[in-house]
């Protein structure tokens, strides 16, 4: 089991120092696959890069720490400290675009071999390096070739193949696939799932396309504004959440055959400079109540297995028949007059938070 | 009945290299579609990467000389052999919107500086009309002049910033919108807002569409026609929701199978004794 215990990261910028992930405790099972879900901006990533234990200038891990839960060569207990002493062999890494993270100057069999465990027996680990691209599905011709020369999807394919070689432990994903088409992401997706199943490793996942995190992931940790909100199975988090950003997050983007009228999720996350008091969902909570602008809510167990940071859990099953029932589109787009009506009231809506955002973005381009 | 779009035997033709070895890539393999209505419509175009959906867009914009064929739009020859359409005319019936809008602004220019001319130049307003149009156009999508003026493109939001190119695309108040994937660097939580918004635009100020996307799902929540390309091919086109619900192509069948979507899970019919890197459809 992975333990992350009151994870908080920072990040050091010319204008001061801000917590990108804040309080972030969590009990991960091996053999699962987990998705982390959330807005831009969240702390998905930075989350991922604690993990991984990649926290140099400007990111530093300022509280807490992760116990992977296994122990080194030397007997010792693996945590954040010596993480960095696994890298590839029972921790690996397989980054958003490819593209820009194989070196275009190298040919693609000494990027597997480039390091110093191989020396003296480049050739054996070449052959099954060779074996083991094959069984991914590639020729075994394609680790000949410059990174230029292969599809992107190709060369998802190598970073797979490179992050999987040493059958690691941990996997860690961070958007592998949204460079790419979806057949060929699908095709990427299905393959992380069977070395998954083959290898029992635990991989973590981060996406924002929530019909991927369906697709493939068993547990689901849903971000916002640096926190865990919602933490709990798959299949829960999409049928009954336990909070109203989840439903909102889940229900907001249409599906083929559903009829139903969307409405986004108007607005935006709160400034991490100057996080509010209170539940930091508060502001664009249907449900919020003055209780909630006041009190942080905790992550706490409501249901065995289901963790969730809302006071309000009990009136969610209410706002979801409420969402789940909504206009059909072809009803709105009849009524010109509503339609026009809903689509002005998004718009405000988004506009909250706009200004501070807005100059809160200007300052850090500056 | 009015045609709003039509495509008539559309090639285009990329000539990769020098002479002797060079290589001719179809980017567009006679592209044949025709839309005519009394209402304004949402055309989608769907399609992979490489697929020649932002080829079409630039044919029909004009940045790019089709080999052969011709574009008509709201009854008007706009591209293809003989086409001479007066330039402001053009800009008045069609208008684009993009699909990165920091890209899309110089970021050392004002973005009411990109309203303003479209005002002046294509409307040929003087400065009081200007800024009534401006202004009625950043109503329509939610925003105010006082909030855009003497702004730089840096201090919006993605999300605001595609709104302002929006509202610049509206003052001429076009037939035709051309948005070449406006909404894939928005945030998925936010990304219905804009969607809805051309939705309320079509019924408001009476435009037609021609959104170009790889998202299958929104471009089913809004199409009324759905054109489906695969390396330049027209594979399929016709009325949205038939197209997506009862797909009569292998290509758009191969695709709606590829959607991570909510309603099945793909481990359900997946072998899983199969060999490990069995799934290469893509390689194929």
Redesign the interface.
Known sequence: MIKLENIEATYTTVRGRVKAVEGVSLEIPYSIILGIAG??GCGKTTLMKVIYGDTGFPLELTKGSVDYGFENDRGQPVTSRNIQREWFRNISYVPQSSMSSLNPVTRIRDQFTDFPATYGRKREVLESVREYV?????PPESIDAYPHQLSG??QQRIMVALATFFHPQIILADEPTTAL???????I???L???Q??MRNTIIFVS?????H???THKMMIMYAAKTVEYANTDDI?KNPLHPYTL???S??????DER??????G?PPSLWDPPQGCRFAMRCPLATAHCHEVEPQLLEHLPGRFSACHRVDAIPELAAKVWRGPK?SEL?ND?DK??A???S???A??TE?AA??AA??EE?E | MDTILETEGLNKEFVLGGFPRSIKIQALNNVNISVTSQKPVIISVVGESGSGKTTLAKVILRLLQPTSGRVIVSNQLVAGKGAKPDKTEFLRTVQPIFQNPFSAFNRYRTIDMYLYETATRVLKLDQAEAVRAIEEALAAVGLEYKDVRGKYPNQFSGGELQRASVARALIPHPNLIIADEPVSMIDASRRMIIINLFLALKQEYKTSFLYITHDLATAYYISDYIAVLNHGKLVEFGEGKRVLQSPQHEYTKLLLASIPSLNKKWTEDLDWNAPIGATAESLA
Do not use: W
Not at chain 1, 208 to 212: N, Q
Not at chain 1, 261 to 266: N, S, V, Y
């Open positions: 807005e831009s094959q069984e991914l599905g590639l999807g190709m088409d979806v057949v060929v992401q699908k095709d997706l299905i393959l799932m069977r070395l199943r083959m924002h396309d929530m019909g991927v369906y697709q493939i999409f909102m997050l889940t907001s983007l249409p599906t083929i055959g009228a969307r409405t986004g999720l108007p935006r589109l787009a010109q339609l026009i809903q689509v002005e998004a718009l405000r988004d506009e706009g955002a807005a973005l200007k381009v």
